[in-house]
């Protein structure tokens, strides 16, 4: 019988431990943003508004409620990696309001793309490096 107890001990710890070690979730934000997609209103009949080029990605962080809050999460100091720049988010505990993703888009994050994250999302890391085009990033995201 107490060989009986130490198998299903083991047994639970390692299902545990495999709880722990689930694949990461890898999210990836839109690249870009449509000319087409974007819509600018002018402030009066002078001026006619254009769009010339696509907003690319820029950058992604998790987020603390939905993305008129704006409630970005400061996350630990970026480390730079051989892929390019990796921060990790810490999303451990309660978020009334819900665990969101943000892609920005546009230089200085003009435009942002918001999503929601399941509640037991725990942890974000987001490794950003150089796109092909000026102003534009690619971003990996991976969460826990």
């Not at 087409?36 to 603390?64: M, R």
């Not at 990796?86 to 309660?94: D, E, H, I, R, V």
């Not at 978020?95 to 793309?113: F, I, N, Q």
């Amino acid at each position: 019988m107490k060989h009986l107890f130490l198998i299903l001990g083991l047994g639970s710890a390692a299902a545990l431990h495999g709880v722990a070690l689930a694949a990461p979730v890898i999210y990836q934000c839109p690249k870009s943003i449509a000319a087409e997609a974007v819509s600018v209103t002018a402030p009066d009949s002078n001026w006619k508004p254009f769009v010339s080029s696509p907003l690319y990605l820029h950058g992604a962080a998790p987020a603390d409620g939905p993305p008129e809050r704006l409630g970005i999460l400061r996350g630990e100091d970026p480390r730079k990696t051989k892929v390019g720049l990796t921060q990790t988010f810490s999303l451990a505990g309660t978020y009334p309001e819900g665990k969101w993703l943000r892609g920005d888009y546009g230089a200085l994050g003009e435009v942002s793309l918001s999503r929601r994250l399941a509640d037991a999302v725990t942890q974000c890391t987001v490794t950003t490096m150089k796109g092909s085009r000026a102003g534009e990033n690619e971003v990996m995201i991976q969460c826990r």
